[in-house]
């Protein structure tokens, strides 16, 4: 069983960054790959990123490519979404999910476990 909690969520002006963090229980931590994905009042969850259980493959979505970074620390039992150059329709509540498998997935079905979700909004 896996334990999954995000922080960093907050407020932030259009342009600006913000670093959320999912921080994660479970001794097979390291050998898990892991996602993001949000969801905006009205819409579905839609996927944002993936890494591998080694940290060597990552996927973006189109959205959000060139803006942030997914990073996973498997000393720290956490992986990070660093979010840049952020604007308002990235506002949405924000979820880790892990996987118990070592492959990057870019849907939600492939996901094992989920975080409660952390806000984001971004002002214009």
């Known amino acids: 069983q896996v334990q999954l909690v995000e922080s960093g969520g907050g407020l932030v002006q259009a342009g600006g960054s913000l670093r959320v963090s999912c921080a994660a229980s479970?001794?097979?931590?390291?050998?898990?790959?892991l996602g993001w994905f949000r969801q905006a009042p009205g819409k579905e969850r839609e996927f944002v990123a993936t890494?591998?259980?080694?940290?060597?493959?990552?996927y973006y979505a189109d959205s959000v490519k060139g803006r942030f970074t997914i990073s996973k620390d498997n000393s720290k039992n956490t992986v990070y979404l660093q979010m840049n150059t952020l604007k308002p329709e990235d506002t949405a509540v924000y979820y880790c999910?892990?996987?118990?498998?070592?492959?990057?997935?870019?849907?939600?079905?492939?996901?094992?476990?989920w975080g409660q979700g952390t806000q984001v909004t971004v002002s214009s």
């Open positions: 999910a892990a996987r118990s498998a070592v492959l990057a997935a870019t849907t939600a079905p492939e996901y094992d476990y």
């Open positions: 479970g001794r097979t931590f390291r050998r898990y790959a």
């Open positions: 890494i591998s259980w080694n940290g060597g493959t990552t």
